[in-house]
């Protein structure tokens, strides 16, 4: 009778941890789909206006979610805090922009300020460091290649 009062035992206790394992993993799953859930909402939020650059304040305000919250949802999402991810975002809508520009004359420093970047050397350093060049190399190159 001692064994099986042990096996009933061991049952239960192996039932009772596998309900706990299984309870640990749904959260860790809810909390992916959630954040990826707020990081939409944060990026339609930022495409709704394309010629505003919105602070992450305004984003926490826009999705309804805290700093933190925000923070942890692009941390997990796309593995970088709200703020790289809107400058990445403008990086690239600048570069976009600069290569639309073929002789229409608008400056760097105008497609800079359109794009929420009011500090041009900072905005040229950012440029260099995601694209391997400057703002102006772009221009010229894309301009060299459009005469060939």
């Given amino acids: 009778m001692v064994v099986r009062c ?10 009772y941890l596998l309900t706990l394992l299984e309870a640990s993993q749904a959260p860790a799953y809810d909390q992916v789909t959630g954040a990826a859930k707020i ?3 944060a990026e339609k939020s930022v495409s709704d206006s394309p010629d505003q650059a919105p602070a992450v304040g305004d984003l926490c305000q826009a999705v309804g979610v805290s700093r933190r919250t ?4 692009f941390q997990q999402t796309v ?3 709200p703020a790289t991810y809107l400058r990445r975002m403008r990086l690239g809508a600048a570069r976009s922009s600069i290569l639309q520009s073929n002789g229409d004359g608008k400056t760097i420093s105008e497609i800079a300020i359109n794009h929420g970047f009011w500090h041009f050397s900072r905005f040229a350093e950012q440029y260099r460091e995601m694209f391997g060049e400057s703002p102006r ?12």
Avoid: F, I, K, P
């Fill in 6 to 15: 042990s096996t009933v035992v061991d049952e239960l206790l192996y039932d």
């Fill in 39 to 41: 990081v939409q909402e």
């Fill in 70 to 73: 925000l923070n942890r949802a």
């Fill in 79 to 81: 593995g970088m805090g």
């Fill in 137 to 148: 190399e772009t221009r010229s190159r894309y301009l060299l290649g459009q005469a060939h």
